[in-house]
């Protein structure tokens, strides 16, 4: 049975006011997943009316009762497990590994945000006059605009809200149109039942065709004042764009082209078990994925022949079958578009180790592609989906070139069993993260996470999320009476 969700405005759910509503599409089977409300520029207006008029409340909520409401958000997350794993199948193609993975992170964020409420805010500084005391005081900013995406729904939609909500702000979610329900609507189905006040959080979803006119009007509100957004480099350079022209703070969580190195004191077994799951998790669409394995020649070998039989044994199909990894992309577009990146690299002088050919589909077969010329498309191009480029190097300086050979810089795993080594690249490696000894794809609700360059800038995760969705004042108090000139 279809599945039917209006918006989520004001504590209530309420249709679009034009009537109008859109399709949410099953990756795997093609069919009609859902129908949500299609909202208008009106809507939005609404929406922000709605977290405007619950700021005040809700930023005066006593820190103990606010992170209570989170606390049991993360419970109820978890006691829920079984039907956001059916959702993410169905909505998303999401394999119950995957699906679980993002239910125990989302819940961890949300465990993380409660504890940041209670956390130490603000520093005592040095003041000029005698008798003066000086304070630097964090405090939330109003509504924030805030944008999830579809390819890790619960992770990214729980961390969309969280820090912002816990500094105190209200929140405006605009969700995926490829994922309203898991990036938006089920995220506000756990917070609203764990008692967060009515306004406090709302979703907006919307037609495809309308994304770029809403975007831009819930920015351009002037009682919105910050916005976050994680997707592609191309719709972040826009929403940034846009932020900009109305000066609000932007965190921006945007696109990979991350590098797994081999180093020569690697484990190649170990090796390889880190590559096959940075690459082909979650289908390569995960930001973090390992687009480029570079390994060292002396274990190119060796490594090329296990990693090329590990990747053909991976088991590939309906998400909904719990032994399978290669699971559908977000749809047969996406898959054409990941073939298209194949067939122009083999065209130009690629090899085929593992996969290659047409998708099934939504189903794209994991692939492994050797010798890709630098004229080739997917050289530079993300490719967000089970794709990766071996390539060999011969010195730590060679490996360091060719991993900072992108305009992206969001991830990178180094694999040695020498964690000096390791780290002398990894200071080198230009990305907001580096793992050494691991592989690129990690997150961790404490951590500062973000990227560099074209893959973004601002940080979620940690304090840097708090001080992200807050506003640093100076406040004085003078405990005499101050001297002037005249």
């Known amino acids: ?8 405005i004001g504590g209530k759910d309420v249709p679009a006011r034009s009537g109008r509503t859109t399709r949410d599409v099953a990756p795997y089977t093609g069919e009609v997943y859902a129908t949500v409300a299609a909202a208008g520029v009106e809507d939005v207006t609404l929406a922000v009316d709605a977290a405007d008029s619950a700021f ?36 998303v193609g999401g394999t119950r590994p995957w699906a679980y993975f993002n239910v125990a992170l989302a819940a961890d964020m949300l465990r993380e945000a409660a504890a940041s409420i209670t956390a130490p805010r603000g520093e005592v500084l040095s003041a000029q006059e005698d008798g003066a005391l000086g304070l630097a005081v964090r405090e939330p900013v109003g509504v924030v605009a805030a944008f999830s995406p579809w390819n890790a729904p619960l992770i990214l939609g729980a ?25 938006g609507l089920f995220i506000a189905d756990v917070l609203r039942d764990a008692g967060l006040p009515d306004g406090v959080i ?33 719709v972040g350079r826009i929403i940034g764009t846009h932020a900009a022209r109305h000066l609000k703070p932007a965190v921006l969580e945007l696109g990979g082209k991350n590098a797994v190195i081999v180093l020569d004191d690697a484990d190649v077994d170990y090796a390889v078990d880190a590559a096959v799951f940075a690459v082909f998790m979650n289908a390569g669409q995960i930001c973090m994925s390992g687009d480029r394995v570079l390994v060292h020649e002396s274990l190119a070998e060796e490594f090329t022949r296990k990693f090329v039989a590990k990747v053909t044994a991976l088991p590939s199909g309906s998400p909904m079958e719990p032994a399978t990894v290669i699971g559908p ?39 492994v592609l050797t010798d890709v010329p630098e004229n080739a498309d997917l050289h530079y191009t993300e490719a967000f989906g089970p794709v990766c480029v071996l390539r060999r190097f011969s010195t730590d ?5 060719l991993a900072n050979d992108t305009d992206n810089g969001l991830s990178a795993g180094i694999i040695t069993e020498n964690g000096s080594h390791g780290l002398r690249v990894a200071r080198r490696v230009k990305t907001g993260i580096v793992h050494v000894n691991d592989q690129s794809v990690a997150d961790e609700p404490q951590a500062p996470f973000g990227g560099f360059k074209a893959s973004g800038y601002g940080r979620f995760g940690g304090r840097w999320g708090l001080e992200a969705f807050s506003n640093t004042r100076w406040v004085t108090l003078a405990t005499q009476h101050a001297h002037y000139p005249f």
Request: hydrophobic content about 50%; proline content about 5%; aromatic content about 4%.
């Open 397 to 401: 300086d060679e490996a360091v070139t």
């Open 159 to 183: 961390r969309a809200v969280a820090a912002a909500l816990a500094a105190g702000n209200t929140v405006v979610l605009k969700p995926s149109e490829n994922a309203p329900l898991a990036c």
């Open 1 to 8: 049975m279809t599945i039917a969700r209006d918006l989520f």
């Open 202 to 234: 709302n979703v907006i979803t919307n037609d495809p065709a309308d994304g770029a006119g809403i975007a831009e009007a819930l920015i351009a509100d002037p009682r919105v004042r910050a916005v976050n957004f994680t997707g592609s480099t191309g």
């Open 329 to 367: 992309l977000i749809g047969p577009e996406a898959a054409q578009r990941v073939a298209a990146l194949v067939r122009d690299a083999v065209d130009k002088g690629a090899t085929v180790l593992a996969g290659g050919g047409e998708p099934d589909g939504a189903v794209h077969p994991a692939t």
């Open 56 to 91: 005040e409340d809700w930023a005066a909520v006593r820190p103990f009762a606010r992170r209570a409401i989170f606390l049991k958000a993360a419970d109820l997350l978890e006691e829920r497990g079984e039907q956001a794993a059916e959702l993410m199948a169905g909505e």
